[in-house]
C-alpha cells in the first residue's frame, strides 16, 4: 500500500514539471502519453525524481514502467530501499 | 520546437571506410604532403558527385556569405578541400605525427582552472575546423575524453577506429532514439570527473530542435545537447580547433557562465544563445571550415 501523501507529492510535481493537469494524473493513465515525453524529456524525469525523492536513478529503472501506478511503486519501491522517510 | 525536420541530418557522415582508409595508407606510406596533394584532385570529384553537399555549400556561400559566383566556386573548393585536410589532419595526429604540427592555446583562466581541477566538464564543439585534432590534447590532465556520437555514424566509423587502434584515444558514447542509456552514461561520465564532448550544430532524425538566426538566417540547432549541458551540474565549455595555416591549430575555448536559471527546465536556450554567439564568432573567422554539408539554414 502506498501512503496517499506521496501519490499527492509525485502528481503534483509531475504536473508542474511537465505542464499538464493534475486531474488528467490517474493510476491507470498511460505515463508518456499523459505527460507528452519523449526521450530528451526523460532527462528532466530524472532530475526531477533525483531533486525531489534524494535517490539516484539509473537506466534499468524505466523498464516496465506504463502506467502513473508503476511509477507510484517504482518511487516507493526506492524510497523504501533507501530506507530514508519520504 | 518541434521534433522533425526536412533538414534532418541522416546520422551518417559522408564518405566511407574505403576513403578513410586510403588516406591512412597515404599518411603511413607517403607523409603528409602526398596526402594534401591527393587531396587536391580527389575534391574535384566531390564537386560534381556529391551534389547535395555541393548545393548546400554553395546555399552557404551565395546566401548566407553573400559570396559573387566566382567567389562561390573558389569557396566550394576551399571548404571541401579543408575538409580533407581536417581529415589528414585528426588522423596524422592521432597516429602520433605530433611534432608536425603547431598548436596555439587560447585558453582563459577560468577554463584551465576547470580542466586541471577534479569535477567533469561538458564540452561543446561543433563541425567547424578540426575539433578531433585538439581531443589528445584533453589527457594531459589526465582525464577521460568521452565523444556522444550518433549510433549510426559511431557504427560506420567503429571498425576503423578499431582496426587503426584509435579506439583508445578516447571513448565513444553512442546515441540512439530508442535507448535513454546514453544520459545515464553521460551523467556517470561527469560524476567519475571526465569530460563529455557533444556537437551542439548537428540535428538528428526526429529530434527537437530550437530555432534561431544563426549568421543572419533562422536555422534549428539540437535541443539535445544542450538539455544535457543544462541539467548536469558540471561546467560548459565551449570548444573550436581552427586552422590558422599550414599544420598550424588554434584551439579557442570558452566557459559558458552558469547560473541558477541556465541549470532548470529552459536552460537550453540560454546556452545555446551563449554557444551561438561564440560558434558565429569562429565561423566568421574562417567560414570555409564550416562543415555542415546539408540544408542547414530554413
Known amino acids: 500500500m502506498i501512503d496517499q501523501a506521496l501519490i499527492d507529492k509525485i502528481n503534483s510535481v509531475l504536473a508542474e514539471e511537465f505542464e499538464v493537469e493534475i486531474e488528467r494524473i490517474i493510476p491507470e493513465a498511460p505515463l508518456m502519453q499523459t505527460l507528452d515525453l519523449d526521450s530528451l524529456d526523460l532527462v528532466d524525469m530524472v532530475v526531477l525524481i533525483e531533486h525531489n525523492f534524494g535517490f539516484t536513478v539509473v537506466a534499468k529503472d524505466f523498464v516496465g514502467i506504463k502506467t502513473f501506478n508503476d511509477f507510484y511503486h517504482y518511487i516507493n519501491n526506492r524510497l523504501n530501499e533507501k530506507g530514508a522517510p519520504e | ?298
Open chain 2, 1 to 298: 520546437m518541434k521534433k522533425g525536420h526536412p533538414n534532418d541530418w541522416s546520422g551518417k557522415s559522408r564518405g566511407g571506410s574505403a576513403g578513410y582508409l586510403v588516406f591512412v595508407f597515404l599518411l603511413k606510406r607517403l607523409g603528409l604532403s602526398a596526402a594534401y596533394l591527393l587531396l587536391a584532385f580527389v575534391v574535384l570529384y566531390f564537386i560534381p558527385f556529391a551534389p547535395s553537399s555541393t548545393k548546400s555549400v554553395w546555399f552557404y556561400s551565395r546566401r548566407i556569405l553573400g559570396n559573387s559566383v566566382i567567389s562561390s566556386l573558389i569557396f566550394l573548393y576551399r571548404n571541401y578541400y579543408n575538409l580533407g585536410v581536417a581529415l589528414i589532419d585528426k588522423t596524422a595526429a592521432s597516429s602520433g605525427l605530433y611534432d608536425k604540427f603547431t598548436f596555439i592555446f587560447d585558453e582563459p583562466t577560468d577554463v584551465k582552472e576547470i580542466l586541471s581541477g577534479s569535477s567533469g566538464a561538458i564540452i561543446i564543439g561543433a563541425h567547424f575546423g578540426n575539433w578531433e585534432v585538439g581531443a589528445p590534447y584533453f589527457g594531459k590532465y589526465g582525464k577521460r575524453m568521452n565523444v556522444v556520437m550518433m549510433d549510426a555514424e559511431y557504427r560506420n566509423i567503429k571498425n576503423i577506429l578499431e582496426k587503426e587502434n584509435k579506439i583508445g584515444a578516447f571513448s565513444v558514447i553512442p546515441v540512439s532514439e530508442e535507448s535513454l542509456d546514453h544520459v545515464f552514461i553521460i551523467r556517470d561520465a561527469i560524476a567519475r570527473g571526465e569530460y563529455v564532448a557533444l556537437q551542439g550544430d548537428r540535428l538528428t532524425i526526429n529530434g527537437k530542435n530550437i530555432k534561431i538566426p544563426f549568421l543572419g538566417r533562422v536555422a534549428p540547432f539540437p535541443q539535445g545537447p544542450f538539455v544535457l549541458a543544462s541539467r548536469t551540474e558540471a561546467p560548459v565549455i565551449f570548444y573550436f580547433a581552427i586552422r590558422e595555416g599550414f599544420r598550424r591549430y588554434r584551439f579557442v575555448f570558452k566557459l559558458f557562465n552558469a547560473d541558477n536559471t541556465s541549470r532548470r527546465k529552459g536552460g537550453e536556450l540560454k546556452i545555446l544563445e551563449s554557444y551561438k554567439m561564440e560558434l558565429e564568432r569562429v565561423v566568421k573567422s574562417a567560414p570555409e571550415q564550416w562543415y555542415n554539408f546539408y540544408k542547414f539554414w530554413l
